[in-house]
T-cell receptor, first 111, second 117 residues
Framework: KQEVTQIPAALSVPEGENLVLNCSFT??????LQWFRQDPGKGLTSLLL?????REQTSGRLNASLDKSSGRSTLYIAASQPGDSATYLC??????????FGKGTTLSVSS | ETGVTQTPRHLVMGMTNKKSLKCEQH?????MYWYKQSAKKPLELMFV???????ENNSVPSRFSPECPNSSHLFLHLHTLQPEDSALYLC????????????????FGPGTRLLVL
């Protein structure tokens, strides 16, 4: 059974700092890996999707990497801003129909 | 605007009530999903519909009953719920269900915050 772990559970940083969020998984037979953002009390917004054949994806200040062999993904946020404060969720798509989610990392960026 | 709307946004109900959650997607997608998000737990998939046919029921109690009358609408009918069913219920849609080589993501609605007293 696939298990997705996100570390740390919570992170507080000052504005302008670069940071890395981690996601690990136990079964490398995945179709893709996605990073989502969730603001308090709201739904999820997709940030980046990495297909199983890819190593990384970039969007603006965000860069996500995927290493299937080690079962790891990282989300790198450059020059963090207070507006980046949210919960970041890692999710895997694999055979079957479900996305399997981690518990998330709650990020707080102070000005 | 994600193109996926959910009503109501907040719901308080007693354990003997019957209520329904509604989800509508305006994206022309073929697959729709119900997820449950409880405090300090990962999102849990509840139901998946593809082309209006249920393709997965993830061991959900029968007090939750989904309905998909067409590809744009998804309902979750609730009856005789328990306090532990209090959670954020999220609806999502995608072009199709996940498949090898797939590059599509799921689009989520804002959720319904449910409190069962």
């Amino acid at each position: 059974k696939q298990e997705v772990t996100q570390i740390p559970a919570a992170l507080s940083v000052p504005e302008g700092e670069n940071l890395v969020l981690n996601c690990s998984f136990t079964d490398s037979a995945i179709y893709n890996l996605q990073w989502f953002r969730q603001d308090p009390g709201k739904g999820l917004t997709s940030l980046l999707l990495i297909q199983s054949s890819q190593r990384e994806q970039t969007s603006g200040r965000l860069n996500a990497s995927l290493d299937k062999s080690s079962g790891r993904s990282t989300l790198y946020i450059a020059a963090s801003q207070p507006g980046d404060s949210a919960t970041y969720l890692c999710a895997l798509a694999q055979a079957g129909t479900a996305l399997i989610f981690g518990k998330g990392t709650t990020l707080s960026v102070s000005s | 605007e994600t193109g996926v709307t959910q009503t109501p946004r907040h719901l308080v109900m007693g354990m003997t009530n019957k209520k329904s959650l509604k989800c509508e997607q305006h994206l022309g997608h073929n697959a729709m999903y119900w997820y449950k998000q409880s405090a300090k737990k990962p999102l849990e998939l509840m139901f998946v519909y593809s082309l209006e046919e249920r393709v997965e029921n993830n061991s959900v109690p029968s007090r939750f009953s989904p309905e998909c009358p067409n590809s744009s609408h998804l309902f979750l009918h609730l009856h005789t719920l328990q306090p532990e069913d209090s959670a954020l219920y999220l609806c999502a849609s995608s072009q199709d269900i996940p498949a090898a080589g797939g590059r599509e993501t799921q689009y989520f609605g804002p959720g319904t915050r449910l409190l069962v007293l």
